[in-house]
């Protein structure tokens, strides 16, 4: 790529919704999701208004300077925008106007990162929006330009300090409805009823003002009280418009969102018009939010999207093109070249990736890492392509023994991609930690035993958080204390952790191990086993996918067939564990190749992962497929994941650590939704495969390539071979090397005739 690239985010509405268009104050904070501009090797094959708006606006801007025109319009890529097929309500439109203008500024030479020049980008990019889309407050806009937090009143923008005791999150709460027709309904109101309507303004302008006041409150504890207050009072003022206009402006799973905030002590409003999309929930602490995200998921099926993050940076230059996974025709490049590609489109030094050669791994680390060493087991490592997770390309390092694996994953990524790729979402990083007590000759009987614990909870949950400072300090600690009857002598003690980015095997252990004492002195029981558990259901990922029907059509299969032969695969394995456990062992066959990849600990993936499948007393598919009310294929698959991305081998391991950078991974969150990507991909093409053709025509052609390349086939060749040695029925590595024989004498005298 050439020229500049170019980045700016979305936006959410913080307060003021409606009243903002009365002249009240609004405030609204980047999000960190962002639309991306680059050149464009051609004309993009889709320019939508907006871009075209942007164009013309800088073209004249640069035009009454008496400088060069633009050149043409860039690719803008928003793919951070959507959940699968849906784009959620973070002003993408506003982020692509910014985007661009910011991209052509840049190109012309305007520095767009400093004030002045984000002044000028805010200017044109306003005007683009406003023409394109026929009108709006440009709060989205100045959002979108300068980032940060801002208010917004009568066109004036000035930033906004938030707090550092309020944490801010956001629900997904469903479709998103025309919000744009809201507004007319409630312009409509304004005039056919007045004075409710005047009412209902005047609870959302004090809404505003109060939340303003609570911004620049003295102490955490008020100031949060008052924002509560705020955010009750405005959607006091949202349920009156609703009335007033009939525009559902708070829906049933809003509402529901809204009651289990405050069930837990936290204040939720819709974030924009309203009427589906977007929610906005304040807290004082990051692990409140969590409790939130685990209620709202487990009770209702609503999910936090977690990695949203408010007070994003605004327009600015980016350095890396944001990863694309789709490499074509990388199998067939040499192998050093397909190191080359890999590098370059994960933007990492080729010299780093050295350490995939035999030998990486030297003895001496070996001996570091177990006992007894006597050498190095070697894998192949591969790479996965055509991965997009919550919008985002993920190129997946996977090692595994079997042929395949890797390519059928990449497979069916594409085909998963045609519907707008994989959305995932993942449990807070919980994990448990088992104390078991056992009652001996106590006096006391179970019932006792339990609410002395019980009464005891908060200075046991303060014991356990000295043990981990260090992980305390980074968001993490002890969440909760569950006492579990699992027979009159017998107990189990769990403390819920939260890990963070560890794996927490150690940290769990060591907090098991300072619990045990003070549990005993307070039940009078005996202390047992002190160690994790390893049915991580705390910690789970979940990650669905949509994929059209065209997208699975092959060799003489319809597409809509094929959908139905994998519901009907799909039912057998809810039907009957003999199938679930090989339906299971396909996901797996995807997700420990990941594991192993990054160095994380696949008996304790495997362990969970079955140990949940086997949850509810009977063995049950990881993942599951249904057909939508459209004839879209829809899967889905919840898997706990006791992954981790800082200490143990991740760490220590060369080829784990660049498997890790090769990911781009942030945070274990994403990993862990990255592999349970990988599961339900893997699970696809399993499954297409066993409904339509059967598993070993596919396998049969992989095997031949690799007896192609065993026989000494280079270049062409090995495809010429392979297809030579299906046609001859006998994939065996002699046939390979006579048909081999056989493809050069004819080659040769063809050169010579
Ligand atoms: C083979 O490693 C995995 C499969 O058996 C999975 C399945 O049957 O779903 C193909």
Redesign the pocket.
Known sequence: MSGPLVSAPGKAFLIGEYAVLEGATAVVTAVDCRAHAQRSPSRPSHVTEVVEAAHASVSAYLKDRGLPSPGPVPTVDTGGFRLGSRKIGLGSSAAVAATVVGFLLAQAGVEIGGVDGRKVAYGLAREAHRRAQGGGSGADVATSVFGGTLRFADGEVSPATLPQWLRIGFVDAGAPASTASFVRLVREAAVTDPDPYAQAMADLRGASEDFLAALGGDGPSESFALLGRAVERHNRGLRSLQNLSGAPILTPTIERIIAVAAEVGLAAKPSGAGGGDLVVVFSRSQAALDVLGDRLRRDHGIDLLAALKAGADGLRLERHAPRCSRIAGLFRLPLADRRRAVAAACDLDIAGFDVLDSGALGLEQAEHLIENVIGVLELPIGVATNFRVNGVDYLVPMSVE?AS?VAAASNAAKMIRAGGGFVAHSDPPWMIAQIQLTRGDSPHDAAAAVGQIEAERGNLLQLAEVVHPRLVARGGGPRAIEVRVLSEDMLAVHVVVDCRDAMGANLLNTIAETLAPRLQALSGWTVGLRILSNLADRRRTHVTARIPPSALASRGWDGSKVVDGIVS?SRFAELDPYRAA??N??IM?GIDAVVLATGNDWRAMEAGAHAYAAQDGRYRPLAIWRKGADGWLEGQISVPMAIGMVGGATHVHPVARLAIEILGCRSSAELGQVMAAVGLAS?LA??R??ATEG?QRGHMSLHARTLAVGAGAVGPEIEALSALLIDSGEIKQERATAILRELRKTEKSAAQA
């Open positions: 079997e694996v695969a090989t339906h062992k396909g066959n699970n399993a499954l495969a066993l598993i």
